[in-house]
């Protein structure tokens, strides 16, 4: 059982940045695909990038090129780097795994976290 953990979320001013962080619970989570999606109030959860095993990366269609996957195999640990955050991007941002990156991407996160809360202040 993968237990995945958020961190970093906060409150924010528009134009600000934050690094959430994600901690994977098993030693094996260096063989899995890792990713981050958003949820904000009313509206469903979308992808917001994924990552390999090997580092390639994937972003979602919401993503505007302020955002920046990375992992840490070492530590068992993926971050997410939000630069220049606007209003709309507040959203709970959660972290889920798959041992697949298509499936992740599609949203078929085999585990997940719960969250971390993103608010950024106009």
């Known amino acids: 059982q993968v237990q995945l953990a958020e961190s970093g979320g906060g409150l924010v001013r528009t134009g600000g940045s934050l690094r959430l962080s994600c901690v994977a619970s098993?030693?094996?989570?260096?063989?899995?695909?890792l990713g981050w999606f958003r949820q904000a109030p009313g509206d469903k959860r979308r992808l917001v990038g994924a990552?390999?095993?090997?580092?390639?990366?994937n972003y979602g269609d919401s993503v505007k090129g302020r955002l920046t996957i990375s992992r840490e195999n070492a530590k068992n640990t993926i971050y997410l780097q939000m630069n220049h955050l606007q209003p709309e991007e507040t959203a709970s941002y959660f972290c889920?795994?798959?041992?697949?990156?298509?499936?992740?991407?599609?949203?078929?996160?085999?585990?997940w976290g719960n969250g971390t809360l993103v608010t950024v202040s106009s």
């Open positions: 098993v030693s094996s989570a260096g063989t899995l695909s």
């Open positions: 889920a795994s798959h041992r697949y990156l298509t499936r992740l991407i599609s949203g078929e996160g085999e585990h």
């Open positions: 990552i390999t095993s090997g580092g390639s990366t």
